[in-house]
């Protein structure tokens, strides 16, 4: 299978930044889509950003402007660049990762084990 190692998370002042990680390993064949999602506290999952194999991004309206998913495919990795932080930006992130592993091109979908970011007003 695909493991995922996050990374980069902890805590900002208001408008501080901090840079997230995700890292994927294993027999990795290809990787379509990344996505970064955020849970805080008492509330949904949302998506926050999402970069595809073309190198096509979309935002959440609320990050728009302040984030930036990038990708570097040799590493497996996936990046999230948060600028201009909020404290609504309080939240546990999780980077999602989809593509196909093993000599068998097997479709996979794996989630990190979440980073926490807290924004300190």
């Known amino acids: 299978q695909v493991q995922l190692v996050e990374s980069g998370g902890g805590l900002v002042h208001t408008g501080g930044s901090l840079r997230l990680s995700c890292a994927a390993s294993?027999?990795?064949?290809?990787?379509?889509?990344m996505y970064w999602y955020r849970q805080a506290p008492g509330k949904q999952r949302e998506l926050v950003a999402v970069?595809?194999?073309?190198?096509?991004?979309n935002y959440a309206d609320s990050v728009k402007g302040r984030f930036t998913i990038s990708r570097d495919n040799a590493q497996n990795t996936v990046y999230l660049q948060m600028n201009s932080l909020k404290p609504e930006d309080t939240a546990l992130y999780y980077c999602?990762?989809?593509?196909?592993?093993?000599?068998?091109?097997?479709?996979?979908?794996?989630w990190g084990q979440g980073t926490q970011v807290t924004v300190s007003s």
């Open positions: 970069i595809i194999s073309g190198g096509s991004t």
């Open positions: 999602n990762l989809n593509g196909y592993y093993g000599s068998s091109y097997s479709s996979f979908s794996s």
């Open positions: 294993g027999s990795i064949f290809s990787i379509n889509s």
